[in-house]
């Protein structure tokens, strides 16, 4: 069983840093890549950032240069530093995995994973 646990997540004042931590754990046998999605209420959730195996990232158009994310293969583990936080980065933040796992000894299940998300909330 794949587990994603994230966590970093809290209150922060605009201008203010947060640096969001998600490990995957379980029977994997490699990981295709690693992301964070979010969701403000009423709205539906959307691309923060991916990170794959190669290292090639994709952000979605609101960062704008101000989260930066990164993997860590050895420990299974994505980080998304946030820096110039706003108002409306306010949400849940999901980490979200692409991975194999082993299902049975020798045999292999390509498959998509969702953390329980982490609050992350700008206010002053």
């Known amino acids: 069983q794949v587990q994603l646990v994230e966590s970093g997540g809290g209150l922060v004042q605009p201008g203010g840093s947060l640096r969001l931590s998600c490990a995957a754990s379980?029977?994997?046998?490699?990981?295709?890549?690693m992301g964070w999605y979010r969701q403000a209420p009423g709205k539906q959730r959307e691309l923060v950032a991916v990170?794959?195996?190669?290292?090639?990232?994709d952000y979605g158009d609101f960062v704008k240069g101000r989260f930066t994310i990164s993997l860590d293969n050895a420990k299974k583990t994505t980080y998304l530093q946030m820096n110039s936080l706003k108002l409306e980065d306010t949400a849940v933040y999901y980490c979200?995995?692409?991975?194999?796992?082993?299902?049975?000894?020798?045999?292999?299940?390509?498959?998509?994973?969702w953390g329980q998300g982490t609050q992350v909330t700008v206010s002053s």
């Open positions: 990170v794959r195996s190669g290292g090639s990232t």
């Open positions: 979200n995995a692409e991975l194999d796992s082993w299902v049975e000894t020798s045999t292999l299940l390509k498959d998509k994973y």
């Open positions: 379980g029977r994997i046998f490699s990981i295709y890549n």
